[in-house]
């Protein structure tokens, strides 16, 4: 999941069509010769899952074990690949190949999507103080320090511990030669930085005030800042804990070089179904720079891989089903957003809604549905028409199976994101990131209380044995579900009725939408 959100984009002309027939990528069943992989439709037993065309049926095939088998690839590839597979990596590419080897086996033809952006990409990031190596982040768009690091002492706001202001700092302050340490809270980490350099301060590290790792940035290159790092709550105390007995002396290196990704994402769907209604999956298939990327996205990525595997062997699907393995979205949701860009209105209203899934296994996880209703959280970005019929899939999938769930919030936070500020519906589910787990929750799920649900976002850590097999067994059979129900019938998000048996609409044609009341009362 990216940490960054990308605010106030405007839709975007269409200038490609992504249509029933798509391009066979020529590489990837030489690269992947010999790769492993779950078989084309089989049971946890080997057997055939046969036409698994009911919900029962459907969340049966898409076994958790052939899920994990994919994850066990991709902890593979990135073994391979100097622990990475982030995006315009040779990881990245290796973990493309593989899901385009298994799609094609299961029938399936894949496209890539080619895009390219700007990323910023970390060279040094390190921090030791008084000679203990502590956990440090670097912040997007911060300034590098010199050759060897900042070397100084550590100073402390004397008035506000956030350092949001040089009045912070005391009167007169005067950090030159030090480094401050501040915590992060209600202003932007900008200001920090620039407060900091505003008294004199070498750098500036903001300790989190919730359990967990700062991942931050500066917004945009200023050359007023010091170089910004990020750190955890617990070290930030321990640290201030150890500045009130007297003087500490720490170093930082913070260094990061600008690079231009060049990069594709995945897509394939079904050859069955109306393609003037199509169902649509996505998961982020690359990781951030720090480490794997099991938890965050591979989990989701095996998901949505297993099932559209488990659906080519479903004998009759009214709509078309789109799968998409997105892209750069780490270096904030680039991939979703240039495909999303390169779509026509005419396309993108083709879509019946958007199923996003980024990271379905996290260890001290939740089960979340994003609350496109708003019954828990207020959304900060405006629900498109049909995403509460959409969450609505998935709730009462749970329900029917005594599976407690709770809200996330509809923000927007991934990659659904250029899909609701075009219109399109969306829906998703969620087992938590650097959020902290409450009492209630664990109650709900088990699990620890106080400490986030994924201890290791972010981190090099976030490797397959950072994932909760439970956890992306619940979530993978709520998306075989949702995606075998409305592939077979949308008429509750957008009032288009299934297919017949000859695959063309219905003969009474679609139901009328909200949408279209509207205009016959006009």
């Given at each position: 999941m990216s940490t960054r959100k990308i605010d106030d984009r405007a839709a975007r002309p269409g200038r490609r069509t992504t249509r029933r027939t798509l391009a066979v990528t020529a590489t990837a069943a030489v690269a992947l010769a010999g790769m492993g992989g779950p078989a084309l439709a089989k049971g946890p037993g080997g057997e055939s899952n046969g036409n698994p065309?009911?919900?029962?049926?459907?969340?049966?095939?898409?076994?958790?074990?052939?899920?994990?088998?994919?994850?066990?690839?991709?902890?593979?590839?990135?073994?391979?690949?100097g622990g990475n597979r982030a995006a315009g990596t040779e990881g990245y590419e290796a973990s493309a190949e593989y899901v385009e080897q298994v799609l094609q086996e299961a029938g399936y033809e894949t496209e890539r999507h080619p895009f390219s952006y700007p990323r910023t990409w970390t060279v040094a990031e390190s921090l030791t103080v008084e000679g203990e190596s502590l956990g440090v982040r670097v912040m997007s768009y911060s300034p590098a320090t010199p050759?060897?690091?900042?070397?100084?002492?550590?100073?402390?706001?004397?008035?506000?511990p956030e350092g949001c202001d040089a009045a912070a700092y005391g009167e007169g302050a005067d950090l030159t030669g030090q480094i401050a340490i501040v915590s992060r809270g209600s202003c932007a980490f900008a200001a920090k930085s620039l407060v900091a350099a505003a008294v004199g301060a070498e750098a500036v590290l903001v300790y989190n005030n919730v359990p967990g790792m700062v991942n931050g940035t500066l917004g945009e290159p200023d050359p007023g800042y010091v170089p910004a790092g990020g750190m955890t709550q617990a070290d930030g105390q321990a640290v201030l804990a150890r500045m009130a007995e007297g003087p500490v002396e720490a170093t930082v290196q913070l260094e990061t070089v600008d690079e231009v990704v060049s990069t594709f994402n995945v897509l394939a769907e079904t050859s069955q179904g109306r393609d003037d209604n199509v169902v649509m999956l996505g998961a982020h298939l690359d990781g951030a720079q720090e480490g794997a990327g099991i938890n965050d996205n591979a989990t989701g990525s095996a998901a949505i891989l297993e099932t559209a595997v488990q659906?080519?062997?479903?004998?009759?699907?009214?709509?078309?089903?789109?799968?998409?393995?997105?892209?750069?979205?780490?270096?904030g949701l680039q991939g979703s957003d240039a495909w999303v860009a390169d779509q026509s209105d005419d396309e993108l209203a083709d879509i019946a809604t958007y199923l996003n899934f980024d990271m379905v296994g996290s260890p001290n996880y939740i089960i979340g549905v994003y609350d496109a209703d708003e019954s828990t959280y207020e959304a900060p970005v405006e629900v498109p028409a049909g995403s509460v019929e959409t969450e609505d899939?998935?709730?009462?999938?749970?329900?029917?199976?005594?599976?407690?769930?709770?809200?996330?919030?509809?923000?927007?936070?991934?990659?659904?994101?250029?899909?609701?500020?075009?219109?399109?519906?969306?829906?998703?589910?969620?087992?938590?990131?650097?959020?902290?787990?409450?009492?209630?929750?664990?109650?709900?799920?088990?699990?620890?209380?106080?400490i986030t649900y994924d201890p290791n976002y972010h981190t090099a850590l976030d490797d397959i044995d950072n994932v909760d097999k439970g956890a992306l067994d619940i979530m993978s059979d709520a998306i075989a579900h949702a995606?075998?129900?409305?592939?077979?019938?949308?008429?509750?998000?957008?009032?288009?009725?299934?297919?017949?048996k000859s695959g063309k609409p219905h003969p009474q044609g679609d139901l009328p939408t909200a949408h279209d009341e509207a205009e016959d009362a006009a």
């Amino acid at each position: 999941m990216s940490t960054r959100k990308i605010d106030d984009r405007a839709a975007r002309p269409g200038r490609r069509t992504t249509r029933r027939t798509l391009a066979v990528t020529a590489t990837a069943a030489v690269a992947l010769a010999g790769m492993g992989g779950p078989a084309l439709a089989k049971g946890p037993g080997g057997e055939s899952n046969g036409n698994p065309n009911t919900s029962k049926k459907i969340t049966q095939a898409v076994d958790v074990d052939n899920v994990w088998a994919h994850l066990e690839e991709f902890q593979r590839i990135a073994d391979d690949n100097g622990g990475n597979r982030a995006a315009g990596t040779e990881g990245y590419e290796a973990s493309a190949e593989y899901v385009e080897q298994v799609l094609q086996e299961a029938g399936y033809e894949t496209e890539r999507h080619p895009f390219s952006y700007p990323r910023t990409w970390t060279v040094a990031e390190s921090l030791t103080v008084e000679g203990e190596s502590l956990g440090v982040r670097v912040m997007s768009y911060s300034p590098a320090t010199p050759d060897g690091g900042v070397t100084g002492t550590l100073a402390a706001p004397a008035v506000d511990p956030e350092g949001c202001d040089a009045a912070a700092y005391g009167e007169g302050a005067d950090l030159t030669g030090q480094i401050a340490i501040v915590s992060r809270g209600s202003c932007a980490f900008a200001a920090k930085s620039l407060v900091a350099a505003a008294v004199g301060a070498e750098a500036v590290l903001v300790y989190n005030n919730v359990p967990g790792m700062v991942n931050g940035t500066l917004g945009e290159p200023d050359p007023g800042y010091v170089p910004a790092g990020g750190m955890t709550q617990a070290d930030g105390q321990a640290v201030l804990a150890r500045m009130a007995e007297g003087p500490v002396e720490a170093t930082v290196q913070l260094e990061t070089v600008d690079e231009v990704v060049s990069t594709f994402n995945v897509l394939a769907e079904t050859s069955q179904g109306r393609d003037d209604n199509v169902v649509m999956l996505g998961a982020h298939l690359d990781g951030a720079q720090e480490g794997a990327g099991i938890n965050d996205n591979a989990t989701g990525s095996a998901a949505i891989l297993e099932t559209a595997v488990q659906l080519a062997t479903v004998n009759k699907l009214n709509n078309t089903v789109r799968f998409a393995w997105w892209g750069g979205e780490e270096d904030g949701l680039q991939g979703s957003d240039a495909w999303v860009a390169d779509q026509s209105d005419d396309e993108l209203a083709d879509i019946a809604t958007y199923l996003n899934f980024d990271m379905v296994g996290s260890p001290n996880y939740i089960i979340g549905v994003y609350d496109a209703d708003e019954s828990t959280y207020e959304a900060p970005v405006e629900v498109p028409a049909g995403s509460v019929e959409t969450e609505d899939v998935f709730t009462d999938y749970f329900d029917s199976t005594g599976q407690a769930w709770v809200d996330t919030m509809f923000s927007g936070r991934s990659d659904y994101q250029a899909f609701i500020e075009n219109g399109v519906p969306a829906s998703g589910l969620f087992t938590g990131a650097d959020g902290t787990k409450t009492e209630e929750e664990v109650g709900m799920f088990g699990g620890t209380a106080g400490i986030t649900y994924d201890p290791n976002y972010h981190t090099a850590l976030d490797d397959i044995d950072n994932v909760d097999k439970g956890a992306l067994d619940i979530m993978s059979d709520a998306i075989a579900h949702a995606t075998l129900s409305l592939a077979q019938d949308t008429s509750e998000v957008n009032g288009r009725r299934s297919a017949g048996k000859s695959g063309k609409p219905h003969p009474q044609g679609d139901l009328p939408t909200a949408h279209d009341e509207a205009e016959d009362a006009a």
